[in-house]
């Protein structure tokens, strides 16, 4: 017979497991290496945040306009004495990430847990720049027009933020919630185990060839390698990966050399986890390494293609079986080659834990929304959380990319908790169309710029979350606006995003063979500020409202014509006439296209569309060459647009 057990054995006992709940449940105290640490480890993110939802405070136009920030009339919530306040929350919760195009040196104060005194002064500039720890590079930075930090800061009870400035533009402010969390507040205080932490981020976040062993720890550890080589033909399907045991795939490599560009996308990428119905993964390969309009384009450090190997590291645990393939679309009327393949896929036996963790899943899609309506990225029900978006933009009118005004929202559990202020704000960017910034691909760790084209109407960007992945408990819509107002742009956008979540997915959009072939426009529209020009002597360059060229005598300036497809078009000019206006005479190379034309004239004049010629446009031959001369004293020609019309 067991002897009795006495009170203080008891009371021994239930601090024992007290503790063992503290440790391991929500009253554990949760610190800001906590929150660093999920910034280099994506072996942790098919883990579940249990009802720990992303919400956003941001300068977006609350009257469904456009004014997101110019202004400054949505900038902030109130004015106090200590200047703007741009966001209070309740905590206990942590700001994962604050973006601005437009930081100045004005300060910002965080005043935690209703203390009087702020905790944390920097200037504004100063979140971004470097030169404030632990503010560091490059988890703070910019380089694609938007200025963004991913530094945590943590507050157990609440966080007010004020800018000491007279005027503030624009800026989101993305934090979440810990409910019963022990959140340990900022403190400014690091200890070297801190230092030692943030200096290994930085160094993942820097590193631009990534490999699989950056991320082969927790749940991703032992890793296995399965290599397999062989040849693809069109109409044919070859399994490259397939288990049926739990497990999980860690992250893989497809290398084709450069087969996997070009304008039809006909290699598709598969996979299936534990016999579902509809696959997991099923897009084309180009879009789902983030290849933009048929050429790589992201270099991620999780996703992209490095040289000639597409690479993808997110975690993929499964409960009884995976298997993945490609698929050789064939096309009609089309030569098609075979195409040979190597891959290496990087897995494990550790399989997902159902309570802890979710499945990826992806969802491609390609769509001319109708005007008014949304496009979608993403629309689900059920538990899991949002981890990645790559998003090809492509405008079907030429012109300026305003559609890239739209801003992106996104609902969760029934209530509306981000709303961005543009679309390349969305991807840590900003100020499309100025040199410099946002005006052509660039890759950075979690975020980037796919592509910028003014000719071809086109852009993109891709980010990926995280810390600050997205959860959700019961549904979620993740979609962008195109255009200023109303989703009245008309455009062509192709998305893949990527989600974990406990349930399968229920449909996938059917890869036809149109919506696998890349869109060309008609017409294609030169910019002044983005025009790549030359000089001859005799004249003299200056970027005002159009391209002001001074003659000395007579001189020249040649205009390149990148990213047009070879063929023929007519070209068109736009110019002003006015009374100190120059004569110009438009050549291709050695071909003189036009007769001299006077933009003399008494008064200002706006001349649209004029014809000077047609050309034959080659890789050799993409470019015109504008002869200018004096008009008597008259020596400006003001030359605002060169215009390319496809002839058939």
Same mark, same amino acid.
Request: with cysteine.
């Given at each position: 017979?067991?002897?009795?057990?006495?009170?203080?054995?008891?009371?021994?006992?239930?601090?024992?497991?007290?503790?063992?709940?503290?440790?391991?449940?929500?009253?554990?105290?949760?610190?800001?290496?906590?929150?660093?640490?999920?910034?280099?480890?994506?072996?942790?993110?098919? !883990?579940?945040?249990?009802?720990?939802?992303?919400?956003?405070?941001?300068?977006?136009?609350?009257?469904?306009?456009?004014?997101?920030?110019?202004?400054?009339?949505?900038?902030?919530?109130?004015?106090?004495?200590?200047?703007?306040?741009? !966001?209070?929350?309740?905590?206990?919760?942590?700001?994962?990430?604050?973006?601005?195009?437009?930081?100045?040196?004005?300060?910002?104060?965080?005043?935690?847990?209703?203390?009087?005194?702020?905790?944390?002064?920097?200037?504004?500039?100063?979140?971004?720049?470097?030169?404030?720890?632990?503010?560091?590079?490059?988890?703070?930075?910019?380089?694609?027009?938007?200025?963004?930090?991913?530094?945590?800061?943590?507050?157990?009870?609440?966080?007010?933020?004020?800018?000491?400035?007279?005027?503030?533009?624009?800026?989101?402010?993305?934090?979440?919630?810990?409910?019963?969390?022990?959140?340990?507040?900022?403190?400014?205080?690091?200890?070297?185990?801190?230092?030692?932490?943030?200096?290994?981020?930085?160094?993942?976040?820097?590193?631009?060839?990534?490999?699989?062993?950056?991320?082969?720890?927790?749940?991703?550890?032992?890793?296995?390698?399965?290599?397999?080589?062989?040849?693809?033909?069109?109409?044919?399907?070859?399994?490259?990966?397939?288990?049926?045991?739990?497990?999980? /795939?860690?992250?893989?490599?497809?290398?084709?050399?450069?087969?996997?560009?070009?304008?039809?996308?006909? /290699?598709?990428?598969?996979?299936?986890?534990?016999?579902?119905?509809?696959?997991?993964?099923?897009?084309?390969?180009?879009?789902?390494?983030?290849?933009?309009?048929?050429?790589?384009?992201?270099?991620?450090?999780?996703?992209?293609?490095?040289?000639?190997?597409?690479?993808?590291?997110?975690?993929?645990?499964?409960?009884?079986?995976?298997?993945?393939?490609?698929?050789?679309?064939?096309?009609?009327?089309?030569?098609?080659?075979?195409?040979?393949?190597?891959?290496?896929?990087?897995?494990?036996?550790?399989?997902?834990?159902?309570?802890?963790?979710?499945?990826?899943?992806?969802?491609?899609?390609?769509?001319?929304?109708?005007?008014?309506?949304?496009?979608?990225?993403?629309?689900?029900?059920?538990?899991?959380?949002?981890?990645?978006?790559?998003?090809?933009?492509?405008?079907?009118?030429?012109?300026?990319?305003?559609?890239?005004?739209?801003?992106?929202?996104?609902?969760?559990?029934?209530?509306?908790?981000?709303?961005?202020?543009?679309?390349?704000?969305?991807?840590?960017?900003?100020?499309?169309?100025?040199?410099?910034?946002?005006?052509?691909?660039?890759?950075?760790?979690?975020?980037?710029?796919?592509?910028?084209?003014?000719?071809?109407?086109?852009?993109?960007?891709?980010?990926?979350?995280?810390?600050?992945?997205?959860?959700?408990?019961?549904?979620?819509?993740?979609?962008?606006?195109?255009?200023?107002?109303?989703?009245?742009?008309?455009?062509?956008?192709?998305?893949?995003?990527?989600?974990?979540?406990?349930?399968?997915?229920?449909?996938?959009?059917?890869?036809?063979?149109?919506?696998?072939?890349?869109?060309?426009?008609?017409?294609?529209?030169?910019?002044?500020?983005?025009?790549?020009?030359?000089?001859?002597?005799?004249?003299?360059?200056?970027?005002?409202?159009?391209?002001?060229?001074?003659?000395?005598?007579?001189?020249?300036?040649?205009?390149?014509?990148?990213?047009?497809?070879?063929?023929?078009?007519?070209?068109?000019?736009?110019?002003?006439?006015?009374?100190?206006?120059?004569?110009?005479?438009?050549?291709?190379?050695?071909?003189?296209?036009?007769?001299?034309?006077?933009?003399?004239?008494?008064?200002?004049?706006?001349?649209?569309?004029?014809?000077?010629?047609?050309?034959?446009?080659?890789?050799?031959?993409?470019?015109?060459?504008?002869?200018?001369?004096?008009?008597?004293?008259?020596?400006?020609?003001?030359?605002?647009?060169?215009?390319?019309?496809?002839?058939?």
């Amino acid at each position: 017979m067991m002897k009795r057990i006495g009170l203080k054995t008891l009371l021994l006992i239930f601090t024992f497991l007290l503790s063992l709940f503290q440790m391991n449940g929500q009253t554990q105290t949760y610190r800001w290496s906590d929150e660093v640490e999920l910034l280099k480890r994506v072996d942790r993110l098919p !883990a579940y945040r249990h009802n720990q939802l992303i919400e956003q405070e941001s300068s977006y136009d609350r009257t469904g306009g456009n004014d997101d920030g110019f202004s400054g009339t949505y900038s902030f919530i109130r004015k106090e004495k200590e200047g703007l306040v741009l !966001a209070e929350f309740e905590g206990p919760g942590v700001v994962n990430r604050i973006w601005t195009p437009t930081p100045t040196e004005d300060t910002l104060l965080f005043y935690f847990d209703g203390e009087r005194v702020p905790r944390l002064k920097i200037r504004f500039m100063d979140l971004f720049s470097g030169k404030v720890y632990p503010f560091v590079k490059p988890v703070c930075g910019n380089e694609i027009g938007g200025y963004y930090s991913y530094i945590p800061i943590p507050f157990a009870k609440s966080l007010k933020i004020v800018f000491q400035g007279d005027r503030i533009m624009f800026h989101q402010i993305q934090y979440r919630m810990l409910p019963g969390m022990n959140v340990e507040s900022w403190t400014g205080n690091f200890s070297a185990s801190d230092k030692e932490l943030l200096a290994e981020v930085s160094d993942v976040w820097a590193d631009i060839s990534p490999t699989v062993n950056r991320y082969a720890t927790g749940l991703s550890s032992s890793v296995r390698t399965e290599e397999k080589s062989f040849t693809i033909e069109p109409g044919e399907e070859i399994a490259f990966f397939e288990k049926t045991t739990s497990g999980r /795939i860690v992250g893989f490599e497809i290398d084709g050399g450069t087969a996997f560009e070009g304008i039809y996308k006909d /290699i598709i990428l598969s996979a299936e986890w534990d016999d579902e119905p509809v696959e997991a993964i099923h897009a084309p390969l180009a879009d789902f390494f983030g290849y933009a309009y048929g050429k790589p384009a992201m270099r991620s450090i999780v996703m992209g293609r490095q040289e000639t190997s597409n690479y993808c590291y997110l975690p993929m645990p499964f409960d009884r079986s995976a298997s993945m393939k490609l698929i050789y679309e064939k096309r009609e009327g089309v030569q098609q080659n075979a195409i040979p393949v190597n891959v290496k896929v990087y897995y494990n036996d550790n399989g997902r834990n159902i309570n802890e963790e979710g499945k990826l899943y992806t969802v491609w899609r390609r769509e001319k929304p109708e005007s008014g309506q949304f496009y979608t990225f993403m629309e689900t029900k059920g538990k899991g959380h949002y981890v990645g978006t790559i998003h090809q933009a492509q405008g079907l009118r030429p012109g300026m990319t305003l559609f890239f005004e739209g801003d992106d929202t996104t609902y969760v559990d029934g209530k509306m908790r981000l709303h961005g202020t543009g679309s390349e704000d969305y991807y840590n960017g900003g100020w499309y169309a100025l040199l410099d910034r946002w005006d052509r691909g660039i890759s950075m760790p979690v975020h980037g710029s796919l592509d910028y084209s003014l000719p071809m109407g086109r852009t993109g960007g891709y980010r990926f979350f995280l810390s600050d992945k997205m959860s959700f408990e019961k549904e979620i819509y993740h979609g962008m606006e195109h255009g200023e107002v109303g989703n009245n742009f008309p455009v062509d956008y192709t998305s893949v995003t990527f989600f974990y979540a406990a349930q399968p997915l229920k449909e996938r959009m059917e890869l036809t063979a149109d919506l696998r072939e890349v869109y060309f426009p008609e017409k294609h529209i030169y910019f002044p500020q983005l025009m790549e020009i030359t000089l001859d002597r005799g004249i003299q360059a200056i970027l005002d409202r159009g391209l002001m060229l001074t003659s000395f005598g007579q001189g020249m300036v040649r205009v390149m014509l990148t990213d047009v497809p070879e063929g023929k078009y007519r070209v068109l000019v736009n110019y002003h006439e006015k009374p100190n206006g120059a004569d110009f005479q438009v050549w291709q190379r050695q071909n003189r296209l036009s007769e001299w034309i006077s933009t003399k004239a008494d008064k200002e004049i706006f001349r649209e569309n004029v014809h000077v010629g047609d050309i034959q446009l080659t890789s050799q031959t993409n470019s015109v060459t504008f002869h200018v001369r004096n008009n008597d004293k008259a020596n400006q020609f003001e030359l605002n647009l060169v215009i390319l019309e496809r002839i058939e």
